[in-house]
């Protein structure tokens, strides 16, 4: 079976008042003692597999969980009586197919199972119903244990245990509004993971394959492309607002969320309603998530290339100020939750719409590769804010194509594809030296060997010009694979 499921965290701040109005539910209360398992190579976790037996109360399950998309899990438990078992019990699940290669890296003799951590938890929940939907509220107070070092656990989590995705939405977002809670992907799994390998941070997340059908409709495609957007995600942002992150979920979240901003700008009209809204509060986030990193990014590539160059400076000019915002706080806001909330609900509703996906995708490509081509006769007499437009519109059919690739043969696909990713390549580093220009001629009255930086980017900026100009008539003479 499945289990739809969101866990949130609850601020520090917030907890006391959190704990009263949960008590006013009058809960059941709940012992929980689990108890994970693995390979000593970690085969489960790296196919984000969770193998527990757990003692709730009395009794020991047995539960496999394997991910299906960003909220939605498949679950096995099975009951083993009041005993503790000797072993983890592997048979009930190899007369399922599908299961028994889920399960056949840890099948082998040489690759035991093996006890990784452990989890005490105190659970308190109760049932809210909605219409004729049920939603299990489990507050979950505690701790998990690898060895020596310990973890706490504090969270909520809202299961869907019947009925709809709306009401189950619904039933979260005045504990957002009220406490700010705020969302959180990983599991207990994932962090006694974490905890008993010592790591700081959970794995980075990738954007993953989506595949679309030729008979699924607009509307449910572009679900579809949310779900996976959101599936890339959720992973990242729970790491960085967890404060529990590297430069690279950082940079996922950023291109997670440019590629839903991106099917929202060209396939939003599938959607039955108004997703402007969605454009603008994605925007706001991804400006506000970038700054620091455009920063670091440009540092990285810039300085080797002017060190290379004999550059008398080797570092960005320093910021007018040096205000480091917060951007944990970005994904504990109970505006970025509840966004979050509305884009997980659309992508798990039934979609309406009746027009053919190929037919209207067709339409949006034909327009977006036009207007790339417009740009091939005069690139370099196009103005500044014209090239970034540009490099957005580039940027934007990349993500539109990757999102319908599924619908194609990739024989066909992979020519334009070849031609499309230079030009992309090109735009992004041209951007990259006039966001740097803006900086160094901000130092020259304090740094006058920034005037050797601004001649050398003067001269990359031209160079690289004649190479897009290049790049854009091999584009405009892409074969365009969906006609």
Request: aromatic residues 8%; hydrophobic residues 40%; contains cysteine.
């Amino acid at each position: 079976m499945s289990e739809i499921e969101l866990k949130f965290q609850i601020p520090a701040q917030k907890h006391k008042a959190f704990c009263l109005a949960f008590q006013r539910k009058k809960p059941e209360t709940v012992q929980l003692q689990a108890k994970y398992f693995d390979t000593a190579d970690c085969c489960l976790q790296q196919r984000k597999i969770a193998l527990r037996q757990r003692l709730e109360n009395h009794t020991w399950m047995q539960t496999l969980k394997a991910p299906k998309n960003a909220i939605e899990r498949l679950e096995i438990e099975s009951e083993l009586g009041e005993q503790e078992p000797a072993a983890i019990d592997l048979a009930m699940y190899l007369q399922d197919a599908k299961l028994k290669k889920l399960l056949e890296p840890v099948l082998q003799p040489q690759n035991p199972l093996q006890l990784q951590f452990e989890t005490r938890v105190q659970r308190q929940r109760f049932i809210q119903k909605i219409a004729d939907s049920e939603i299990e509220l489990a507050f979950d107070q505690g701790e998990i244990i690898a060895g020596q070092r310990s973890a706490p656990v504090n969270e909520i989590e809202f299961e869907l245990k019947q009925g709809s995705i709306h009401a189950l939405i619904q039933s979260v977002q005045p504990w957002v509004e009220k406490y700010q809670i705020w969302l959180d992907s990983s599991s207990k799994a994932l962090k006694g993971q974490m905890l008993q390998q010592a790591l700081q941070a959970a794995p980075v997340q990738y954007q993953s394959s989506l595949a679309l059908h030729a008979d699924d409709h607009v509307g449910a495609a572009l679900a579809k492309i949310i779900a996976n957007c959101l599936e890339h995600l959720l992973p990242n942002s729970s790491a960085i607002a967890g404060q529990q992150y590297e430069a690279g979920h950082v940079h996922q979240a950023r291109v997670a969320i440019r590629r839903m901003r991106s099917a929202l700008k060209t396939f939003g009209q599938w959607a039955g309603r108004d997703t402007q809204a969605w454009q603008d509060q994605l925007a706001e986030l991804f400006r506000q998530l970038g700054a620091t990193r455009d920063r670091d990014a440009l540092a990285a590539s810039l300085i080797p290339q002017l060190q290379l160059a004999g550059s008398p400076v080797s570092e960005l000019p320093a910021q007018a100020e040096a205000v480091e915002e917060d951007i944990s706080a970005l994904f504990r806001a109970p505006k970025t939750t509840l966004l979050l909330l509305e884009l997980i609900e659309f992508s798990h509703q039934p979609q309406d719409g009746k027009s053919r996906l190929k037919k209207q995708s067709r339409k949006q490509l034909n327009k977006m590769h036009q207007q790339i081509c417009q740009a091939e006769s005069a690139f370099e007499q196009l103005q500044a804010e014209e090239k970034h437009r540009l490099r957005k519109r580039v940027k934007r059919l990349r993500y539109s194509v990757e999102f319908i690739a599924s619908l194609y043969p990739q024989s066909a696909m992979k020519p334009y594809l070849k031609a499309l990713k230079p030009l992309q390549e090109s735009l992004g580093r041209f951007n990259d030296l006039t966001v740097a220009q803006a900086l160094f001629e901000k130092s020259v009255s304090q740094q006058p060997q920034s005037w050797f930086v601004l001649g050398w980017i003067a001269a990359e900026q031209h160079h690289i010009e004649q190479q897009i100009q290049q790049e854009l008539t091999a584009f405009c003479q892409a074969q365009c694979f969906w006609k």
